[in-house]
């Protein structure tokens, strides 16, 4: 079982949609959680950080839920320029310093 | 968040040489960390470099291969040696910024 796991979509929605992406973790014991952003031929960017209670931003809403070892990111009212791809990362099993990534969710918002 | 220069910004090399990338950072950082992207896919961690010791290679990847260097807090740099093919991939540093982790704009490296 591979540590980080998405679905790797794409997810075609159109514009002003509600979209859910769902990331799964096998460690138990990871405390780090991000949400990352990666736009084609660019470096990620970190979108936001995921907290035990549950976190928002604007139309962004992280949340955990460590009994099911998944974390979540919502977006609302999709624009254009949400297109990209969408990675979750994770600290590392062996360390907390390290960050393992899934293999990213691609969402494309059609006009 | 930390800044990060990697360079180059990408290279076409020849199969049997080797390429150095470089990331400088605008402040001092304890670890750096070493990903590659490869085409289509997602980052795979090659090493940890910390400052006055070896680095910590992940499963997969060897010093011999990937010889990763880190005089001081700000710089690091990794080699790719004896290049083939299938080393063509993004390469990227990162950092721990505080509120996440940061990245270099990446090493876009095409081997022929």
């Known amino acids: 079982r591979k540590e980080v796991e998405q679905d790797p979509g794409p997810f075609n929605v159109p514009e002003g949609a509600t979209v859910a992406f769902n990331c799964t973790y096998s460690n138990s014991a990871s405390q780090s959680f991000f949400w990352y952003r990666q736009d084609c031929r660019k470096e990620p960017k970190l979108l936001m950080s995921v907290y035990s209670s549950g976190n928002e931003d604007g139309r962004f809403t992280a949340q955990l839920n460590r009994a099911s070892q998944y974390i979540s990111l919502l977006i609302r009212d999709s624009k254009l320029s949400d297109s990209a791809t969408y990675l979750c990362a994770v600290n590392g099993a062996d360390s907390s310093y390290k960050l393992i990534f899934g293999s990213g969710t691609r969402l494309l918002v059609r006009p | 968040s930390a800044v990060i220069s990697q360079k180059p910004s990408r290279d076409i090399c020849q199969r049997g040489t080797s390429l150095t990338i470089q990331c400088q950072v605008d402040s001092q950082v304890t670890m750096m960390f070493w990903y590659r992207q490869q085409p289509g896919q997602s980052l795979t961690l090659i090493a940890t470099?910390?400052?006055?010791?070896?680095?910590?290679?992940e499963s997969g990847f060897v010093i011999d291969k990937f010889p990763i260097s880190r005089p001081n807090l700000t710089f690091s740099t990794l080699t790719v040696s004896n290049m083939s093919p299938e080393d063509s991939s993004i390469y990227l540093c990162?950092?721990?910024?505080?509120?996440?982790?940061?990245f270099g704009s990446g090493t876009r490296l095409t081997v022929v």
């Open positions: 990162s950092v721990d910024g505080n509120y996440g982790y940061t």
């Open positions: 470099a910390n400052q006055g010791s070896e680095a910590t290679y």
